[in-house]
């Protein structure tokens, strides 16, 4: 156990629909970051918060957007959803803001957009 | 085109053999991280090196960082069925934030 939590574990929607992953980072933890993995394009770097302001910004799209809260809980929300939007979601955290820091990976949550 | 390419793709051997696993790239990184992911669960840390040339250990699991810090491999010793995983290297440039993963390298050792 990581430490990282993340909810919902599976989600099935339809294309057009929006939906919002969380992810409760372990305690301590100030950075938050989220990655997006699928077969075709493995594990892709989307976005990092840093103790609730954004810090880097990787291959993520217009219609996906995301944010730490003071409690430093992170969501990120997926919108007008395509079918080429399923795929595992994970996010991490670590200590400090540092991308070479030991990140600690939740077990993500599987979106199917049908 | 990815930045960092794993090879090969799929191994499958049985308990006991060798094997290595290779991560290059053209790009020079600060740092290269290893990671081993099972089926449904996130990618957990292996090691980091952070300096060319490094080498380190950990059990029957060696990791090499090459000296012009471009490439890196990890090499396990006498596999068990444990081993079995997707391994995942990833860097860090030396200008950016940002963890880049290769495609990883699906490991089966069968008993």
């Known amino acids: 156990d990581s430490g990282v939590t993340q909810t919902p574990k599976h989600l099935i929607t339809a294309t057009g629909q929006r939906v919002t992953l969380r992810c409760s980072p372990r305690s301590g933890d100030l950075s938050?970051?989220?990655?997006?993995?699928?077969?075709?394009?493995?594990?892709?770097?989307?976005?990092q918060y840093y103790n609730g302001e954004e810090r880097a910004k990787g291959n993520i799209l217009e219609r996906f957007s995301a944010q730490q809260f003071p409690d430093l809980h992170s969501e990120l929300n997926l919108s007008s959803l395509e079918l080429g939007d399923s795929a595992l979601y994970f996010c991490a955290s670590s200590v400090g803001g540092l991308a070479s820091e030991t990140q600690y990976f939740g077990p993500g949550t599987r979106l199917l957009v049908l | 085109t990815q930045l960092l390419e794993q090879s090969p793709q799929f191994l499958s051997i049985q308990e006991g053999e060798n094997l290595t696993v290779y991560c290059n790239s053209s790009s020079v990184f600060s740092s290269l991280q290893w990671y081993r992911q099972e089926p449904g669960e996130g990618p957990v840390l292996l090691?980091?090196?952070?300096?060319?040339?490094?080498?380190?250990?950990?059990?029957?699991?060696?990791?090499?960082?090459?000296?012009?810090?471009?490439?890196?491999?990890?090499?396990?010793?006498?596999?068990?069925?444990?081993?079995?995983?997707?391994?995942?290297?990833?860097?860090?440039?030396?200008?950016?934030?940002?963890?880049?993963?290769?495609?990883?390298?699906?490991?089966?050792?069968k008993s």
């Open chain 1, 32 to 47: 938050v970051y989220w990655y997006q993995q699928s077969l075709d394009q493995g594990l892709q770097f989307l976005i």
């Open chain 2, 47 to 109: 090691v980091t090196v952070v300096t060319g040339g490094e080498v380190k250990k950990l059990k029957r699991l060696t990791f090499q960082f090459g000296d012009a810090r471009k490439d890196s491999s990890l090499h396990i010793t006498a596999a068990q069925p444990g081993d079995t995983g997707l391994y995942l290297c990833a860097g860090t440039m030396e200008y950016g934030n940002k963890l880049v993963f290769g495609a990883g390298t699906i490991l089966r050792v």
